[in-house]
């Protein structure tokens, strides 16, 4: 029976981050990757190309996936409150669904070369650009205190995109709770301080 | 000349932070390692066991420093804001001082197996407690508002953890001016809502 090509390559695609996850980039051969899929080395190339070309398509479609879903909130979202607690839901969301693809993004896509490496980083700060935004779009209406410097939006980030180290599918709260929660957090945390709530001009 | 035994172990552990954060701990290989310090492969042996040995000195030296400090300042500050505040300082002055040490310890210290990585898990559990013990005891006296579940912590402790990533030397802001920022949005953050300021009850 003949897999689809696409079916074939995704196949191959979580093979190899399931290895990635567990071993590292650099800890993986070829040989591993074809004992894994079944596949011969010359089959495994029509597939994916070479090892680099793997790295990047893991490292790449759910950071691909997040841009589009990020976008598609900003331009919906006017209130940035809500558009924040939106990207966060998305955001955690996806690591949740997709945790072995986003432990091998962020361990390694320091390991990718040229284009591809160029590639991810604007992504990234494609990704960055909509919560900054939001965050920025804040503060000048009044929402937020203004902070010191943008680090303190790497932070903010942080308690996301670090969440692949601890997050757990089986957990005992769902990552909608999880979203909402840090936002409640971070949202009173950049509050000015006179705000204690209603619309004030 | 010879160097001492405790300066020449620093040498091979800083060479080999430098080559583990750059290649994965995966990606390097003995042979790499001898090289760049100079050593053949019975002195490096002599000095540092094996492979995973050495992963193992590198993921634990600046984590049982932090586990250390964590104690002391728990000692130091009964009251909670204070104690984050000192524990925040601590970790992002410590990260920006050994970025590399903590990037290995990140990315690879899941490599460890058996005595080792219990050891590192548990340095952890007791590094992390430090903060929970504030966040908690904060709690109950009514400092902070209760949190659905200590996943919030989670995501606190990532805004630091993962500082890693973004944590510049040379950055335009100092890491305690980071940390102040960090804890003043926290501590903001969960604060119970009617808790405007003063001493009540």
Known sequence: MVLRETSQKERILHAAAELFARHGYHGVGMSQLEKA?????????????????????ISVSQLRVMVESA????AAFSDEEERIRALARAILRNIAEHRLEWTVHYRDFNALTGERLRDVLDLRAQYERAWLDAFHTGTAKGLFRSMADDVAFKGILGMF???YVWMDQ???????TIADMF???ILS???PPQAVGGSSA
């Open 183 to 185: 936002c409640d957090i």
């Open 161 to 163: 995109n670090y969440s």
């Open 37 to 57: 899929v079944g596949l011969q080395r010359g089959a495994l190339y029509h597939h994916i190309g070479n090892k680099e070309a793997l790295l990047y398509e």
């Open 170 to 176: 089986s957990g005992r709260v769902s990552t909608d």
């Open 189 to 191: 945390g950049i509050r």
């Open 71 to 74: 976008q598609k909130i900003s």
